[in-house]
């Protein structure tokens, strides 16, 4: 083997490398060096950037050779190369002394959530400062582009970037300004982190705290699954389908089994118990039988010495397959004689049809003056976390099962796992990893499953780690839909009834489909009130990926057909579009489509003030009146509007810009009659400091800053005393699922109440010493009170103790009792709500759009941590963008040619709109403090306002996503008023 | 980690690289920043294929590899040049705007500070940014020679061939990266009353390749009047809904812009990289107006045959962008010459 000479991070090291090794791979498995990530292995995302001899590049693609005596800079040894702060002490010394100023910027602006990009960003970063001292936006940008982040929006991230800048100028550059001020001679921090307003905060609840795991995420100290390495640890691998659809005739792995290196080959015969996993319908086997039904199928795992000696087995098993014809698209399967995919309900491929049913449709729709009719396509979505699957098992001592896995359903994983194992729960522990993002993709098993089987048939640890490549075929997606929507109206604006037909693409396994196609029917007449109401949704089997959980959970593809038939309606009567939809909103009053009277918490209408008051601020207007080819509204000023052209080129495109707007409402929970509970625990220490603990993932949204908030608000603790600890079967209870926007409700609740439980514990022993009534008591500043009088917690915590207590208090929270639909009465306990205008500009030469700026005023009941609430939003407008105009999810045939992130665009910094948020605090009497859900809202409306805009702009209606600059720009040459 | 390669040598010679790649006989490869090579491996293998070579032969090492320079009325640019070295370059930004511009476009930084313009070459894609702007400056490219002419070789223009005749079809290249290495390519610089330009349009779904590219290198003819020279442009071609653009030919004689000289290249219209020799004959002498690119435009549409590529473009609306992106370009470096 080769030797490589190579300095990292200012330590000369000679290792021995096998020539075809990557630098990245060297970095982390040779050198320990886990904070350079690897997302991708195609020199698209990022993440694994590291300095070579003070040049940003790619190290997953980046020969290791190549790099023979080079300087190398990863993350681990940015700090190293700060040596900003001699006073430490100084009142100007920032909080993290021992950061670099772009690592203490991150955490400060709130530009790191699941963390995974950060290390490849903070070092692209580095590199632009190294020779550009004072970044303009555009320099950002253009340094940034390669560098992808799926949660933030970015807007953070160019923030930190311009106040890292200022400091790292400041240290070398500026004379006067001291190293490691933010803070510029009026004594007003210019680069404060953004923050939307909201109510006065509390003593922690409200407050933009950063957040508690930041630190590990600049450093790269945070652990992902992937970083875990334990000895004697095996890698795993999975032969995938060979067709879309076939019947599986023989499998031999014998020859597999064979090769130097493999410990183990194992096929369905060595399922031990349920040959099926499923989180509603066990309907996915865990390793395929009969069939395969889509491209992602499992059909045999290997377990081996190296990841090479793994893959190179998957090539020896045979594998005899009699294909079977393909079922691609869900009207197709609808019909009576499509082939069965998957007849796991009995009814087909039919896995459900929801009805919806609310007054009389078809009466509704007589009585209506206008009825628009249309019919619109969404295709299908990959989440793209930044993360690709990761799992490792392994047998304890003991001969219990241990999966290491960032999941966001821990409880649910085990559940499957030992149910596959044919074992009891107890049997199995699942510990949560640090999370790369979900988005609803990682809710599903993946190899949990698989790397129990391994570790427990070679006895050794098991780590699967997905390519992206395999995670794109592989994990459930966005369903596909194709929606046919009536909307009747009187002529003054009023909604008389919405007429349905939704057909959902679930793909080859049910995952969450009839969940998320109930909740598109649901939300189908949109954030209306609206008399009479028939929606008729079919979920159906296909031989794509399956489809599942993605952040908005249906709502996202009814809400671009309801929002662009809202949009039609208000040209046809020349309303303005603000104004019809404020006229139907759903307020307190009201009735929703399945029945549910509307008591409290909806903020829709003032959301939809906000945003007309912004766009008025802006000196701009929407386009009400009807806009025609060639005559664009652009009543705009232009030197408001940021400058997206390329560097070099100065050529000016022409360009014709417009607003459009949508609102949105989602419901918060599971609803429709399921248990929604989640219990959390907390425990009170001797020095005075707290551990709350659940099982419910942090998946980057910021959870553990709200579990923390909420418990250092109920016990008067600073917030630096709360710690949490997420998602370890064993040691903390069961919060149930991170989805449906339901994490800082439900597990909030049961944090507050566990909280409060212990609180009135100590209350009662510091009640006794104080002579005060425990109602009486004051908890502040991590102090019991009582007229004047204190007592340190720490000593109350003691005399607890001593009197036998246990300081420690667990909850079980059930949220508000729901219905099933189709029973009327309360189907969920909340519901959030959004407006948002979006200002576009379409290249007239080529069609492209870019969104210029978002308006976005979102209900969220209350802010629990502004700056994590900024972010979600932010995020989620970003990603929305990515649904409108980037991203596609493309099958043909069920082959999946979408295979590499290369082909799967989702939007970088340079489709970073100018975000300006306003928050709405119309407060859920049910939820903490107030909140309810926000990781889903705001995703939702962004695409309907960007394809409004672009009819505004263009006057080409957009039946179809994503917008297509090909065919926009077809049609607008050709004067058709439509694409589809 | 599959391997794709048993060996990796960087070699510091030419003579020891071709050593080497005789060795190997045709058992290794030429690897440059890898960017499009490690993909085709990797995509290769994701389809099935179970590509492993037996050496990769790292060129950037070599000497002279890095040479970026202006001798003997050339500017020569070795086989180990990074795009960001030359959108860093003063030389090439003045006198070769058109590829600054390209190479520019080119991924992102990272991808830019290991991928060389050469293996931009090499892999002869139609629509491959840097190849296209050296198309338009007429650059030639020189096999198995030493990078540069040094002193002995001066007088010795030995090896250096039209870069079109390096490309055979879509991603095949006449050169043998198994066996040969494009050491350099050579182009002369724009020199006083010339210029060029480049631009392209991409499309954010689907293949990550550009729709279309362009660039246009021009040399004005002076006209016999002295003084400063009218400046005005009064909007582009109007189609559809169109603000006043800021540049363009004018609708009367512009004052003197007098086109001499002119190349264009563009991609993908053609198997290979396009040169539209018939627009540019047409073009050449001919005063810059609007109806004279109108007319151009018309010529440049008859000699183009572009096609319809699945998840990238149809061919309608590559058709739709070829005039704007003659205008655009053209425009660009016509500007250019004004100043
Ligand atoms: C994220 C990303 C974005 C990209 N964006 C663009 C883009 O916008 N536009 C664009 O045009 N390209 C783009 N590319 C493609 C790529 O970066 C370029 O084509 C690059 O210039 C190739 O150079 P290289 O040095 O990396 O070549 P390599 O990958 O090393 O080599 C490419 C091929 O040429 C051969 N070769 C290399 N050097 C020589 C030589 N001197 N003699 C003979 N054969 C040789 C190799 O054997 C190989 O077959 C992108 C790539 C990535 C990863
Ligand atoms: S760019 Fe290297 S991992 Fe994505
Ligand atoms: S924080 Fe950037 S990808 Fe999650």
Redesign the interface.
């Known amino acids: 083997m080769?030797l490589l000479n190579i300095n990292v991070n200012g330590q000369d090291h000679a290792v021995e490398i096998?020539?075809?090794?990557?630098l990245a791979?060297v970095l982390r498995e040779r050198l320990g060096l886990t904070g350079t990530k690897i997302g991708c292995?195609?020199?698209e995302c990022?993440a694994c950037?590291v300095l070579v001899n003070g040049?940003?590049?790619?190290s997953c693609?980046?020969?290791a050779?190549?790099a023979?005596g080079a300087r190398v800079l990863t993350i681990e040894g940015l700090a190293g190369t700060w040596q900003g702060e001699g006073d430490a002490s100084s009142a100007s010394a920032p909080d993290q002394p021992h950061l670099h100023p772009l690592q203490r910027e991150f955490i400060r602006q709130g530009a790191v959530q699941c963390g995974f990009c950060t290390p490849g960003l903070i070092m692209?970063a580095k590199?632009l400062l190294n020779q550009n001292s004072n970044p303009t936006d555009d320099d950002i940008k253009?340094?940034l582009?390669?560098?992808f982040c799926r949660c933030t929006g970015y807007i953070s991230v160019m923030n930190a970037v311009k106040a890292a800048a200022v400091q790292v100028a400041g240290q070398t550059h500026v004379p006067g300004l001291k190293p490691g001020t933010m803070k510029l001679e009026t004594g007003k921090d210019v680069y404060a982190p953004k923050l939307p307003e909201t109510k006065a905060p509390l003593a922690a609840v409200g407050r933009p705290l950063p957040r508690l795991d930041a630190e590990a995420k600049v450093t790269g100290a945070a652990k992902y699954a992937d970083d875990y390495v334990f000895p004697g640890m095996l890698f795993g691998a999975t032969l995938r389908a060979k067709y879309p659809h076939a019947r599986i005739v023989r499998i031999d792995t014998e020859r597999a089994k064979a090769l130097t290196g493999v410990r183990a080959v194992l096929t369905h015969a060595n399922v031990p118990g349920s040959k099926n996993h499923g989180l509603i319908f066990n309907d996915w086997p865990v390793l395929c039988y009969d069939k395969v039904r889509y491209m992602g199928d499992a059909i045999a795992i290997v377990a081996a010495e190296t990841?090479?000696a793994a893959?190179r087995a998957l090539?020896l098993i045979q594998v005899d397959y009699e294909e079977l014809p393909v079922v691609d698209n869900p009207i197709d399967a609808l019909k009576p004689a499509a082939p069965v995919v998957n007849d796991f309900t009995g009814h087909g491929n039919l896995l459900k049809h929801i009805h919806v049913d609310k007054g009389d449709a078809d009466r509704g729709l007589a009585e209506a003056d206008i009825v628009i009719e249309r019919e619109y396509h969404t295709p299908t979505y990959d989440h793209a976390f930044l993360e690709p699957e990761c799992s490792i098992g392994r047998v304890t001592e003991d001969g219990r099962i241990e999966v290491y896995v960032g999941s966001q359903i821990p409880y649910e994983d085990r559940r499957q796992i030992a149910a596959s194992l044919g074992i009891p729960e107890t049997q199995v522990r699942v510990i949560g990893t640090v999370i790369g993002g979900g988005f609803g993709g990682k809710e599903d098993i993946a190899a949990q499953i698989h790397v129990a089987l391994l570790a427990r048939a070679t006895g050794r640890p098991v780590k699967m780690l997905y390519s992206r490549?395999e995670s794109l075929i592989f994990h459930p997606k966005r369903h596909a839909t194709v929606i046919r929507i009536k909307t009747g109206a009187k002529r003054d604006g009023r909604l008389t009834a919405v007429r349905a037909e939704i057909y959902g693409d679930s793909g080859a396994y049910a995952s969450l489909g009839d969940k998320v196609m109930t909740r598109a029917a649901t939300h189908a007449a949109g954030p209306y009130e609206v008399p009479n109401v028939k929606i008729d949704c079919y979920a159906m089997y296909t031989n794509n990926p399956p489809a599942g959980a993605f952040r908005g959970f249906g709502v996202t593809q009814s809400a671009f057909a309801v929002e662009s038939n809202m949009d039609i309606l208000a040209h046809e009567l020349e309303m303005d579009p603000l104004e019809l939809r404020r006229m139907n909103a759903l307020r307190v009053g009201a009735t929703t489509s399945t029945g549910q009277l509307v008591r409290e918490s909806a903020g829709l209408v003032k959301c939809i003030e906000e945003v007309e008051r912004e766009i008025g601020d802006c000196k701009l207007q929407i386009g009400s009146e009807k806009l025609e080819?060639?005559?664009?509204k652009?009543e705009i000023e232009s030197e408001e509007l940021p400058d997206l052209r390329?560097?070099?080129?100065?050529?000016?495109?022409?360009?014709?810009r417009a607003w459009g707007v949508a609102a949105a409402y989602k419901n918060t929970g599971l609803g429709g009659g399921a248990a929604d509970k989640s219990g959390a625990e907390v425990e009170v220490y001797d020095d005075g400091s707290a551990e709350v603990r659940s099982s419910a993932a942090e998946i980057g949204q910021g959870l553990p800053n709200v579990l923390a908030q909420i418990a250092a608000e109920e016990l008067g603790l600073p917030i630096e005393r709360v710690r949490v600890l997420l998602s370890d079967t064993d040691l903390t209870p069961d919060g149930g699922p991170t989805t449906a926007s339901r994490q800082t409700f439900v597990t909030g609740n049961a944090a507050r109440f566990a909280a409060k439980g212990i609180r009135e514990l100590l209350a009662e022993t510091a009640s006794e010493r104080l002579e005060a009534p425990p109602d009486k008591l004051v908890f502040r500043d991590g102090f019991i009170e009582s007229d004047g009088r204190r007592v340190p917690l720490t000593d109350v915590v003691k005399w607890a103790k001593e009197e036998g207590r246990t300081t420690r208090y667990r909850h079980e929270y059930t949220a508000p009792e729901t219905r099933d639909l189709g029973e009327g009465g309360d189907m969920h306990f909340a519901f959030s709500y959004a407006a948002q205008a979006a200002l576009v500009e379409v290249d007239?030469?080529?069609?492209?759009v870019h969104v210029l700026k978002v308006i976005a005023a979102t209900d969220v009941g209350r802010a629990i941590n502004p700056l994590a609430l900024e972010g979600q939003i932010e995020g989620g407008i970003v990603m929305c963008i990515g649904n409108a105009?980037?991203?596609?999810y493309?099958a043909e045939k069920g082959r999946i040619?979408t295979?590499?992130l290369?082909?799967y665009?989702m939007p970088g910094i340079k489709?970073t709109p100018e975000i300006v948020s306003c928050i709405v605090e119309d407060e859920s009497s049910t939820g903490p403090y107030g909140a309810k859900g926000v990781g889903e809202i705001s995703s939702i409306p962004t695409t309907p306002a960007i394809t409004n805009a672009i009819y505004n702009a263009?006057g080409v209606r957009v039946y179809s996503l994503?917008v297509?600059?090909?065919k926009l720009?077809?049609a607008?040459?050709a004067g058709r008023k439509e694409i589809r | 980690m599959v391997r794709f390669w048993k060996d990796y040598h960087s070699p510091t010679t030419l003579d020891e690289a071709l050593v080497l790649l005789a060795h190997y006989q045709g058992r290794a490869r030429v690897v440059a920043g890898g960017t499009d090579l490690f993909l085709d491996l990797s995509a290769a293998y994701e389809s099935g294929e179970r590509p492993c070579l037996d050496a990769l032969i790292d060129i950037t090492r070599m000497e002279g590899a890095d040479a970026l320079v202006e001798q003997d009325g050339y500017i020569i640019i070795g086989c180990g040049v990074t795009h960001a070295q030359i959108v860093g370059s003063p030389l090439i930004q003045a006198r070769a705007t058109a590829l600054a511009e390209a190479c520019s476009v080119v991924g992102g930084p990272q991808v830019r500070n290991v991928a060389t313009l050469i293996g931009n070459v090499a892999h002869a894609l139609p629509a491959a940014d840097g190849t296209i702007a050296l198309l338009a400056l007429d650059a030639e490219a020189r096999v198995n020679e030493p990078m540069r002419n040094d002193k002995s070789q001066m007088t010795n223009d030995k090896g250096w061939r039209p870069l079109g005749e390096l490309f055979r079809g879509p991603g095949e290249s006449t050169v043998d990266a198994t066996r040969e290495i494009i050491t350099a390519v050579r182009f002369r610089p724009t020199g006083e009353h010339a210029a060029s330009a480049f631009a392209r349009v991409m499309r954010p779904q689907g293949v990550a390749l550009p729709i279309l590219g362009m660039a246009v290198k021009a040399r004005r003819r002076m006209k016999a009047e002295g003084g400063r020279m009218k400046t005005a442009g009064t909007g582009l071609p109007q189609r559809g809904p169109v603000e006043q653009g800021p540049r363009g030919p004018s609708s009367e004689n512009d004052g003197g812009v007098r086109i001499e000289e002119i190349a264009i290249s563009v991609g993908p219209v053609a198997p290979v990289p396009f040169r539209a020799s018939r627009t540019e004959a047409f073009l050449s002498g001919k005063e810059w107006r609007e109806d004279v690119l109108e007319h151009a435009t018309q010529v440049l549409l008859s000699e183009v045959a572009p096609r319809s590529s699945p998840h990238r473009a149809t061919k309608e609306y590559r058709l739709e962008l070829l005039p704007s992106l003659l205008s655009e370009t053209l425009g660009m470096a016509i500007e250019r010459l004004r100043t």
């Open positions: 080769p096998e020539p075809h090794e990557y791979s292995d195609e020199a990022g950037t040049t940003p590049v790619d693609l980046y020969p050779l190549k023979d692209t590199a253009t340094a582009k390669d560098n990841r090479e893959e090539d490549h080819v060639g005559n664009p652009t390329p560097p070099i080129s100065k050529f000016q495109s022409p360009t014709s007239t030469n080529t069609g492209r105009l980037t991203e596609e493309i040619w295979d590499r290369a082909k665009k489709e263009t994503p297509d600059q090909d720009l077809l607008m040459r």
